[in-house]
């Protein structure tokens, strides 16, 4: 067996102990086609006041100027689908913000896994990255052979859907790079597009991030959400986890593994009321190592009142 083959089914083989669900590998090249893709959206302010979207293009389309000498592209899946679902009558957040920040957990795993590969392989240089950096994730997914984008921009699985963090981790091992998936099952099916109540996603993978509810009630940063999307916000008090729900893929969900991701009792059961009476220093000792944080306590009041319209 070739070093590079051996390497790489090392690496495949911690990243699975380590608890990752999947794990790929891609050549660092330039992203030709995604750079174009990324330009459009850019020009047709898709990405609203996400200005961070418009810095470091080069970054985002190369690997390789990110983490100098780089060779390979490695992709992880981690799933975060929970057992446990919200109480009736309780405003909606999105899956993936029902436990610990998954920053706080994907990033000690990629730091063990990184570890790992110096103990076991020798001097090597690399950086793992989750929404830290300018890395088109879902294109090196894609790459690695891991799954085909939707139409609503996720990355979907055949075998568990769409519910799952991806993480990345760039080196300047030479690894044996999997083959990119090029089929979309997606078919005719409009789920999302049909159920989406603020008509964000535009066209089949292409989405106005200005439009979206995750966007409206997290990345917005303004004192009111605009009065034109109050009526839509359907209950979703922090993100939004329609186009997911009525996927079809996601009908072959799994319940996560991760101890880290049990849902935080309050996000599960308290009532619109409860959040609304809430004090701020209550929300920031309930919510210190939860993505809630990130809209903070004034960002979760402005949300309760756009959807209480």
């Not at 799933?79 to 009736?88: K, R, S």
């Amino acid at each position: 067996m070739r070093s590079s083959e051996k390497n790489t089914h090392l690496i495949k083989t911690e990243a699975v102990r380590l608890g990752f669900n999947s794990c790929g590998v891609a050549k660092a090249v330039q992203l030709e086609d995604d750079a174009r893709r990324l330009e459009q959206w850019l020009n047709k302010g898709h990405q609203g006041e996400m200005q961070y979207m418009e810095r470091h293009f080069d970054l985002r389309i190369d690997p390789r100027k990110l983490v100098p000498g780089a060779k390979s592209v490695i992709t992880l899946m981690l799933n975060y689908f929970p057992a446990e679902q919200q109480q009736l009558n309780t405003p909606h957040i999105a899956k993936y913000a029902y436990g610990t920040d998954y920053h706080f957990v994907i990033r000690h795993k990629l730091n063990e896994l990184l570890q790992y590969i110096k103990d076991n392989i020798g001097a090597v240089d690399g950086r793992g990255f989750v929404d830290s950096a300018p890395v088109l994730e879902r294109s090196w997914a894609v790459r690695s052979g891991m799954g085909w984008v939707g139409k609503n921009g996720n990355v979907l699985t055949k075998h568990s859907g769409s519910f799952f963090f991806i993480a990345t981790l760039i080196t300047n091992l030479d690894l044996v790079a999997d083959s990119p998936f090029t089929a979309d099952h997606c078919g005719t099916c409009t789920r999302c597009i049909d159920a989406c109540p603020t008509d964000a996603i535009v066209s089949p993978t292409e989405i106005d991030g200005s439009k979206c509810i995750s966007y409206l009630t997290i990345e917005l940063k303004d004192a009111l959400i605009p009065t034109g999307f109050h009526d839509k916000m359907k209950d979703w008090m922090f993100g939004c986890d329609i186009c997911q729900d009525v996927c079809p893929w996601n009908r072959f969900s799994k319940n996560n593994t991760e101890s880290a991701f049990t849902p935080i009792p309050e996000i599960l059961n308290l009532s619109l009321q409860q959040w609304e009476e809430m004090s701020e220093e209550t929300f920031n000792k309930v919510f210190k190592n939860s993505p809630l944080k990130r809209t903070k306590w004034k960002g979760i009041q402005r949300n309760i009142k756009a959807i209480k319209l």
